[in-house]
């Protein structure tokens, strides 16, 4: 949870998986906390039985790299291993955990100061992802919304035409 707003980045790549997060009703989560069988936590306890119990990580996107998600929590899980970071209390009412970011360009900024993430993913890689992320999709939304032009409508040629 330490690492959410740097893991949002990668697990959710695309200025579309904003919009999904933080401006849907569904059951999406907003904060970096957890919760037993709670589908609004960022990390839901599920114990589908007496014998089982299993940890689901609610952040990734479909459009993620599964490479990327798993390199980013394994860096985070180490990260936690190695200083000892306690988990918040499960299903706390108190609304004090971390505000997830609400755009991409927010996620990046906070990826960009995230000294262990980026340490445990490459500064080549992360140079690589920040640069696209900011100079090609976001720029292109943020230009062709400048020109009156539909937000989705620059999604689906983002992400759907091809070369």
Not at 51 to 64: C, D, G, H
Not at 98 to 108: G, N, Q, T
Not at 115 to 141: N, P, T
Request: aromatic fraction near 8%; glycine fraction near 4%; charged fraction near 25%.
């Amino acid at each position: 949870m330490k690492h959410a707003g740097a893991f949002m980045a990668l697990v959710c790549p695309t200025v579309n998986c904003y919009r999904y997060l933080h401006m849907s009703t569904h059951n999406v989560p907003r904060h970096a906390d957890c919760g037993w069988e709670n589908r609004t936590a960022m990390l839901r306890f599920v114990t589908p039985s007496p014998q089982t119990t299993y940890i689901e990580n609610r952040l990734p996107s479909s459009a993620a790299n599964p490479y990327v998600v798993l390199a980013a929590t394994v860096a985070a899980g180490i990260d936690g291993l190695v200083n000892r970071l306690e988990l918040p209390p499960a299903d706390s009412q108190d609304r004090r955990a971390e505000r997830l970011p609400s755009s991409l360009s927010e996620a990046l900024s906070a990826l960009e100061s995230d000294r262990v993430m980026c340490e445990a993913l490459g500064e080549e890689f992360i140079r690589w992802f920040l640069s696209l992320k900011r100079d090609v999709e976001i720029a292109k939304v943020n230009q062709a919304k400048e020109a009156g032009r539909d937000e989705l409508e620059i999604e689906r040629e983002l992400y759907f035409t091809f070369l």
